[in-house]
């Protein structure tokens, strides 16, 4: 079978791999790229585990083929800290005890980046919306929304 | 003197006893007596509770050779689990 | 936080590190089972019946085997048969022999090179089967024409035993005083029937775990799993193999709430793994998880409860029937036992029933088998107060049990906190303040047992004075966190100086299941254990240091201490330095069945509007008390009552299965099945309660399930409270609201 060649920007490196045409860049990613921290757990663009951010816009990359990357920008969460100094979300979540199992924090903080890099003052109910389109079965959202907008503060007080 | 009460699925095997008293060390002791009094009784606590016994009102699974204080009151309960 | 009594001044206890394991979360160097790649790794795929009860007559694996890539292919005869055997029932759930019993019973499973490869071969396996008739629903299930899922299924607990199978697996009866009599006394008589549908766990990591088997006929097997010493047990019984054969290495779990005490793929990831001499991974999709692993069951209830005019209540009378899917369990059991626990009565008459049905079988789930129990109970107490002009936490605090009074299901209560936790939400600033307009408000309460059970735990300290604490508990909400601050407060250590790890089944003792919110209570104690002993090996090596008796030392704040004063304080850092001069490497374990598992209570106050004109409800705000006894980590005995709520409100307002008339479910992904998303909630405001348990070092109690049992009726109450209308079936989703709006206009 003839695998496709892409060539991409992922967290600043350009990367080049081989693909299937049919394959989701989830398992792109994950498989050929070697970036476990985007997660699976729908695999149909239901619940924003695999949340990636495509020349800036917010995606789920089970939706996408990977062939599709060629050419892209892509942000995982593994791009998000800044060396060993952590993104102000990232610091937030954990602070905040926004994470229980884990699993799906990586969407998460990808999807609530996606946010605040376009709305930096959003409510709390911009928040909720914001992030409807991943679940969390462990905490109820509470420690979630919370340590997005205590973040949001942060991140307007160092700009 | 432990204070022994019979769930109601327990006291078809009593003759309808709901409480007795026994002078027993450990739970074991406690069973082996019960059979005496009930006989059947011993087995089916063996079997079907597999002995997980509340005493003083804490349940303890695997509790045959757990001591039974003086005055405890002791119920066999079905062993439990959980999320 | 409300602090019932005084309590002790700790310095870690009750604090709020960061968690050890936080950071790997949030930079997604977390390692899950699925992200787990080995050399020369082979991907499994399980086909699955199409069926919800169906002989398998005959399977064809020729062409599946013959196609590229594929390396394993096996069916239920390449397992051995344990028949009436411990876990014989869990091998056939893990791959069916004769039967399938359910839509997505697993049939046969493939090997291949690629996930496309193993997915392609599977549907290449041809399967006759012949179709037998099915049941979906307690009624037909225990209707005598059913057909019958087990042959020799006798109900227990019936005099005298039936002589024919049925598919009612046992009843259950609790009972005390005389019914009857407590009816012909009560001022107040309400009864009702209420109905719930199964309810997923809904864990956001499907099922996954890689197996390699070795030509030494050993294997290893990383997996998602609450419990890896009982993954080990299970896949060895299961394989026919000796329990030495396997080793389970426990990976993070992408959470659980009961949905992973049991094993699925293990077993034949082991036997692909040992038949090709390849690593095999398997991973669920989330169409499996919903169709194949277990659901908490379904159920329909009747109950009727009689109290007098001032609130006492007289007695409850109750019929439960609980779906156990498609292998007997004891849910109903459960049921009874905890379904009138947050209240005192003289008479009382529990009868269950379990039953089995052509569903996935059950798993544990949150307080499995109580939301359903206290969601009838709390609706009818609340019709009760209604009808009496009584105010829901008066009712409550009335008939509230306390220590030395009887537990339904026999014994007497030990210290609990119950009362207290209905005076937090009466105290509350949410309850003082008004009911929104168009809204209405509801109150419920919920019990659960808490159970011990066996855990090890081993602390090593460190040759530069820190220490690393191994226990054997899968950690699934922060439990890392309360064992380092556990052994912190017990050493002296920073919290941040320790350690915790999750050891696998080769490197620390036996431990049980991270279930019954058992983890913090049963290991934190054998944690716990295990610091004391060091602590006495400290003292002792600071003794032989100073040539003095060990007597004469204290353990203060991290330091070794003279009493007499002749010596300066040795920190532990001096001590572990200087550990090979005084006898060697410092260590401790302590392996326990711990005893005295406390009680859980919690209650809840929930605010909810709805819209008459399409059925739909929006929680406006929610409060939650809890008696946690001690809260060891308070951000993490939030995020469980918290989360507890939530998976509450979306078995109240959304969640169910639904399966066609052939018995294949119609709403397996989470697009239609649809959990709480951000948008949908308020903040949970958390009231955590603490009267210590008496058994434990730090007065834990366990923190993890009790939370979901009082959502379901509090949010029925509140419904009431904005429209009139008692509902009585769950959920309560937009189409059943209007429906019920729609008839009470009529």
């Given at each position: 079978m003839s695998r496709t060649h892409v060539i991409c920007n992922i967290n600043g490196d350009d990367v080049e791999f081989l693909c299937d045409d049919g394959e989701s860049l989830l398992d792109a990613l994950r498989d050929d790229v070697g970036l476990m921290g985007v997660k699976e757990g729908c695999g149909t663009g239901d619940c924003g585990a695999c949340s990636v951010l495509m020349d800036g816009k917010l995606n789920c990359s089970c939706l996408i083929l990977a062939p599709e990357a060629n050419g892209t920008d892509l942000l995982t969460v593994e791009g998000m800290a800044d060396g060993d100094h952590l993104h102000p979300l990232q610091q937030c979540f954990l602070e905040g005890a926004a994470l229980q199992c884990g699993i799906c924090t990586p969407g998460f903080l990808i999807a609530a980046k996606a946010l605040l890099d376009q709305n930096p003052e959003p409510t709390e109910t911009e928040v909720r919306y914001a992030l409807a389109g991943n679940l969390c079965r462990c905490t109820g959202y509470d420690k979630i929304v919370r340590s997005v907008l205590e973040a949001a503060v942060q991140i307007r007080e160092t700009v | 003197m432990a204070h022994v009460h019979f769930a109601s699925g327990q006291r078809r095997l009593t003759g309808g006893v709901a409480e007795v008293q026994v002078e027993a060390g450990t739970v074991r002791e406690l069973v082996r007596k019960l059979e005496e009094m009930f006989p059947g009784l011993g087995a089916h606590l063996d079997e079907t509770s597999a002995t997980a016994v509340a005493i003083d009102g804490y349940i303890i699974p695997d509790a045959m050779y757990e001591p039974v204080p003086e005055n405890a009151e002791v119920h066999f309960v079905a062993p439990l689990g959980g999320g | 936080m409300t602090a019932t009594e005084e309590r002790p001044d700790y310095k870690y206890v009750g604090t709020r590190p960061i968690r050890h394991d936080g950071l790997d979360k949030v930079i997604g160097k977390a390692r899950y089972a699925a992200d787990l790649v080995l050399p020369g790794m082979l991907h499994g795929h399980i086909l699955r019946s199409p069926h919800a009860h169906a002989k398998i007559v005959s399977i064809d694996t020729s062409a599946a085997e013959a196609m590229p890539g594929v390396k394993s292919v096996v069916t239920g005869a390449d397992f051995p048969d344990l028949g009436a055997a411990p876990n014989g029932d869990l091998a056939k759930n893990v791959i069916a022999r004769d039967k399938v019993l359910y839509e997505g019973h697993a049939v046969a499973a493939v090997a291949a090179g690629t996930r496309r490869e193993a997915m392609d071969a599977a549907n290449a396996i041809v399967v006759n089967y012949e179709v037998l008739g099915h049941s979906l629903t307690i009624d037909q299930t225990m209707s005598p024409d059913a057909e019958i899922l087990h042959d020799g299924l006798i109900t227990r607990g019936i005099e005298p035993a039936p002589t024919e199978a049925s598919n009612i697996v046992a009843r259950t009866c609790f009972e005390r005083g005389d019914i009857d009599q407590a009816f012909a006394e009560s001022d107040v008589i309400v009864e009702r029937e209420f109905s719930t549908t199964p309810i997923h766990q809904g864990y956001i990591e499907p099922h996954?775990?890689?197996?390699?088997?070795?030509?030494?006929?050993?294997?290893?097997?990383?997996?998602?799993?609450?419990?890896?010493?009982?993954?080990?047990?299970?896949?060895?019984?299961?394989?026919?193999?000796?329990?030495?054969?396997?080793?389970?290495?426990?990976?993070?779990?992408?959470?659980?709430?009961?949905?992973?005490?049991?094993?699925?793929?293990?077993?034949?990831?082991?036997?692909?793994?040992?038949?090709?001499?390849?690593?095999?991974?398997?991973?669920?999709?989330?169409?499996?998880?919903?169709?194949?692993?277990?659901?908490?069951?379904?159920?329909?209830?009747?109950?009727?409860?009689?109290?007098?005019?001032?609130?006492?209540?007289?007695?409850?009378?109750?019929?439960?029937?609980?779906?156990?899917?498609?292998?007997?369990?004891?849910?109903?059991?459960?049921?009874?036992?905890?379904?009138?626990?947050?209240?005192?009565?003289?008479?009382?008459?529990?009868?269950?029933?379990?039953?089995?049905?052509?569903?996935?079988?059950?798993?544990?789930?949150?307080?499995?088998?109580?939301?359903?129990?206290?969601?009838?109970?709390?609706?009818?107490?609340?019709?009760?107060?209604?009808?009496?002009?009584?105010?829901?936490?008066?009712?409550?605090?009335?008939?509230?049990?306390?220590?030395?009074?009887?537990?339904?299901?026999?014994?007497?209560?030990?210290?609990?906190?119950?009362?207290?936790?209905?005076?937090?939400?009466?105290?509350?600033?949410?309850?003082?303040?008004?009911?929104?307009?168009?809204?209405?408000?509801?109150?419920?309460?919920?019990?659960?047992?808490?159970?011990?059970?066996?855990?090890?735990?081993?602390?090593?300290?460190?040759?530069?004075?820190?220490?690393?604490?191994?226990?054997?508990?899968?950690?699934?909400?922060?439990?890392?966190?309360?064992?380092?601050?556990?052994?912190?407060?017990?050493?002296?250590?920073?919290?941040?100086?320790?350690?915790?790890?999750?050891?696998?089944?080769?490197?620390?003792?036996?431990?049980?299941?991270?279930?019954?919110?058992?983890?913090?209570?049963?290991?934190?104690?054998?944690?716990?254990?295990?610091?004391?002993?060091?602590?006495?090996?400290?003292?002792?090596?600071?003794?032989?240091?100073?040539?003095?008796?060990?007597?004469?030392?204290?353990?203060?704040?991290?330091?070794?201490?003279?009493?007499?004063?002749?010596?300066?304080?040795?920190?532990?850092?001096?001590?572990?330095?200087?550990?090979?001069?005084?006898?060697?490497?410092?260590?401790?374990?302590?392996?326990?069945?711990?005893?005295?598992?406390?009680?859980?209570?919690?209650?809840?106050?929930?605010?909810?509007?709805?819209?008459?004109?399409?059925?739909?409800?929006?929680?406006?705000?929610?409060?939650?008390?809890?008696?946690?006894?001690?809260?060891?980590?308070?951000?993490?005995?939030?995020?469980?009552?918290?989360?507890?709520?939530?998976?509450?409100?979306?078995?109240?307002?959304?969640?169910?299965?639904?399966?066609?008339?052939?018995?294949?479910?119609?709403?397996?992904?989470?697009?239609?099945?649809?959990?709480?998303?951000?948008?949908?909630?308020?903040?949970?405001?958390?009231?955590?309660?603490?009267?210590?348990?008496?058994?434990?070092?730090?007065?834990?109690?366990?923190?993890?399930?009790?939370?979901?049992?009082?959502?379901?009726?509090?949010?029925?109450?509140?419904?009431?409270?904005?429209?009139?209308?008692?509902?009585?079936?769950?959920?309560?989703?937009?189409?059943?609201?209007?429906?019920?709006?729609?008839?009470?206009?009529?």
């Amino acid at each position: 079978m003839s695998r496709t060649h892409v060539i991409c920007n992922i967290n600043g490196d350009d990367v080049e791999f081989l693909c299937d045409d049919g394959e989701s860049l989830l398992d792109a990613l994950r498989d050929d790229v070697g970036l476990m921290g985007v997660k699976e757990g729908c695999g149909t663009g239901d619940c924003g585990a695999c949340s990636v951010l495509m020349d800036g816009k917010l995606n789920c990359s089970c939706l996408i083929l990977a062939p599709e990357a060629n050419g892209t920008d892509l942000l995982t969460v593994e791009g998000m800290a800044d060396g060993d100094h952590l993104h102000p979300l990232q610091q937030c979540f954990l602070e905040g005890a926004a994470l229980q199992c884990g699993i799906c924090t990586p969407g998460f903080l990808i999807a609530a980046k996606a946010l605040l890099d376009q709305n930096p003052e959003p409510t709390e109910t911009e928040v909720r919306y914001a992030l409807a389109g991943n679940l969390c079965r462990c905490t109820g959202y509470d420690k979630i929304v919370r340590s997005v907008l205590e973040a949001a503060v942060q991140i307007r007080e160092t700009v | 003197m432990a204070h022994v009460h019979f769930a109601s699925g327990q006291r078809r095997l009593t003759g309808g006893v709901a409480e007795v008293q026994v002078e027993a060390g450990t739970v074991r002791e406690l069973v082996r007596k019960l059979e005496e009094m009930f006989p059947g009784l011993g087995a089916h606590l063996d079997e079907t509770s597999a002995t997980a016994v509340a005493i003083d009102g804490y349940i303890i699974p695997d509790a045959m050779y757990e001591p039974v204080p003086e005055n405890a009151e002791v119920h066999f309960v079905a062993p439990l689990g959980g999320g | 936080m409300t602090a019932t009594e005084e309590r002790p001044d700790y310095k870690y206890v009750g604090t709020r590190p960061i968690r050890h394991d936080g950071l790997d979360k949030v930079i997604g160097k977390a390692r899950y089972a699925a992200d787990l790649v080995l050399p020369g790794m082979l991907h499994g795929h399980i086909l699955r019946s199409p069926h919800a009860h169906a002989k398998i007559v005959s399977i064809d694996t020729s062409a599946a085997e013959a196609m590229p890539g594929v390396k394993s292919v096996v069916t239920g005869a390449d397992f051995p048969d344990l028949g009436a055997a411990p876990n014989g029932d869990l091998a056939k759930n893990v791959i069916a022999r004769d039967k399938v019993l359910y839509e997505g019973h697993a049939v046969a499973a493939v090997a291949a090179g690629t996930r496309r490869e193993a997915m392609d071969a599977a549907n290449a396996i041809v399967v006759n089967y012949e179709v037998l008739g099915h049941s979906l629903t307690i009624d037909q299930t225990m209707s005598p024409d059913a057909e019958i899922l087990h042959d020799g299924l006798i109900t227990r607990g019936i005099e005298p035993a039936p002589t024919e199978a049925s598919n009612i697996v046992a009843r259950t009866c609790f009972e005390r005083g005389d019914i009857d009599q407590a009816f012909a006394e009560s001022d107040v008589i309400v009864e009702r029937e209420f109905s719930t549908t199964p309810i997923h766990q809904g864990y956001i990591e499907p099922h996954a775990c890689v197996a390699d088997t070795g030509q030494d006929g050993k294997t290893v097997v990383w997996c998602s799993s609450q419990g890896h010493f009982r993954v080990r047990s299970a896949t060895a019984d299961v394989l026919g193999w000796d329990t030495s054969r396997v080793k389970v290495i426990p990976a993070e779990i992408g959470g659980g709430f009961g949905g992973k005490t049991t094993i699925y793929l293990e077993p034949l990831a082991v036997e692909m793994s040992a038949r090709s001499g390849r690593p095999v991974k398997i991973v669920m999709t989330r169409d499996e998880v919903f169709r194949a692993t277990g659901p908490t069951p379904g159920s329909k209830l009747k109950l009727k409860v009689g109290a007098k005019n001032d609130g006492t209540i007289t007695g409850v009378k109750a019929w439960m029937a609980y779906e156990n899917g498609a292998f007997p369990g004891n849910a109903a059991m459960l049921g009874c036992m905890t379904v009138v626990s947050p209240y005192t009565m003289e008479h009382m008459y529990l009868e269950g029933f379990d039953v089995v049905l052509n569903k996935p079988v059950n798993a544990a789930y949150r307080a499995p088998s109580a939301p359903m129990a206290a969601f009838a109970m709390d609706t009818l107490l609340d019709e009760v107060a209604e009808n009496i002009g009584m105010d829901p936490i008066e009712i409550r605090l009335h008939n509230c049990p306390s220590e030395g009074d009887p537990a339904p299901y026999g014994p007497k209560w030990p210290t609990i906190g119950l009362k207290e936790c209905l005076e937090a939400i009466r105290d509350s600033d949410h309850y003082k303040s008004p009911v929104p307009e168009n809204a209405g408000r509801g109150i419920a309460s919920g019990f659960w047992f808490n159970i011990g059970e066996a855990s090890s735990a081993t602390v090593n300290l460190n040759e530069n004075g820190t220490a690393t604490v191994v226990t054997g508990s899968p950690d699934i909400g922060g439990s890392r966190a309360s064992m380092a601050l556990m052994a912190a407060e017990e050493l002296g250590l920073d919290v941040y100086s320790i350690t915790p790890v999750v050891g696998d089944t080769e490197v620390v003792g036996f431990t049980d299941v991270t279930e019954g919110s058992r983890a913090t209570f049963a290991t934190g104690m054998a944690v716990v254990e295990a610091c004391r002993d060091l602590k006495m090996q400290l003292r002792q090596r600071a003794s032989t240091a100073w040539d003095c008796d060990v007597e004469e030392v204290e353990w203060v704040d991290g330091h070794a201490v003279h009493s007499p004063g002749d010596h300066e304080a040795l920190s532990l850092a001096a001590i572990t330095a200087a550990a090979k001069r005084t006898g060697g490497p410092l260590g401790a374990t302590a392996s326990l069945n711990a005893r005295g598992a406390g009680p859980a209570f919690s209650t809840h106050v929930v605010d909810i509007a709805v819209d008459k004109e399409t059925g739909q409800t929006q929680v406006l705000r929610y409060t939650t008390a809890q008696d946690a006894g001690t809260a060891i980590h308070p951000s993490y005995v939030e995020g469980q009552m918290q989360g507890g709520v939530v998976q509450g409100i979306g078995w109240a307002l959304n969640e169910e299965y639904i399966h066609d008339a052939d018995g294949r479910m119609e709403n397996s992904s989470f697009l239609d099945y649809r959990i709480p998303v951000a948008s949908d909630l308020p903040m949970i405001e958390t009231i955590i309660v603490e009267v210590p348990n008496p058994s434990h070092p730090y007065g834990v109690r366990g923190v993890g399930e009790v939370g979901i049992v009082p959502p379901l009726a509090a949010i029925a109450n509140a419904v009431h409270d904005a429209t009139g209308l008692r509902m009585s079936d769950l959920p309560m989703s937009p189409p059943r609201i209007l429906a019920a709006l729609g008839e009470a206009v009529e």
